[in-house]
């Protein structure tokens, strides 16, 4: 009910809006000394109307920052692949859901994601906490258990519209809170 109250008012938004907050997203975002000094960055690209992502991974690629973005697996998991340019991706339907864009060329598997310094996250909300609410899927929770296995510590990102930050959000025991938000009007951390 929750996600489809925070969906229900992104699809008001139109593509001006949309475009808008993703300039002004890249903008706050690039601040972010976990970016600044950041040699790769695990991100994703925007679909819909999500906060749009693609000026801030073209932005982090004119700095030397290797980007990695995700193929999403049948099984929900996701594996990696390096992100080169606009040119690189591809839509690819994943049954009856909505086209991702996703990079083309080698996969770097599952895994490759522990090499990031920083992770931007997608999400419908976060609160007060840092503790993000995700669509559902459960991609996202298996990324940060991974990382937490492996004993890594990246900057965890997530990537709103100034109303996605809430006082509070449900949460269950595999949720683990971000270090920031970032949204057009700027940067919040919780810890």
Do not use: C, I, K
């Amino acid at each position: 009910m929750l996600r489809r109250g925070f969906l229900s008012m992104r699809s008001r938004l139109t593509a001006g809006d949309v475009d808008l907050a993703a300039d002004a997203l890249a903008e706050r975002a690039l601040e972010l000394p976990e970016l600044a000094h950041a040699r790769t960055v695990a991100a994703y690209v925007s679909v819909g109307e999500e906060p749009g992502t693609l000026a801030l991974l073209d932005a982090l690629r004119a700095r030397g920052v290797r980007v990695l973005l995700p193929v999403l697996l049948p099984d929900n998991d996701l594996d990696w692949g390096a992100y080169t340019g606009p040119d690189s991706l591809v839509p690819v339907r994943h049954g009856s859901r909505m086209a991702l864009l996703e990079p083309v060329g080698e996969r770097l598997g599952p895994e490759a994601v522990r090499q990031a310094d920083a992770v931007l996250l997608p999400g419908l909300a976060v609160d007060a906490r840092g503790m993000r609410l995700g669509r559902g899927g459960g991609s996202y929770d298996r990324v940060l258990a991974r990382l937490e296995r492996a004993g890594v510590g990246p900057a965890l990102v997530v990537l709103l519209y100034d109303t996605e930050v809430v006082e509070r959000v449900p949460e269950e025991a595999h949720d683990r809170p971000v270090h920031a938000v970032v949204t057009p009007s700027g940067v919040r951390r919780f810890r």
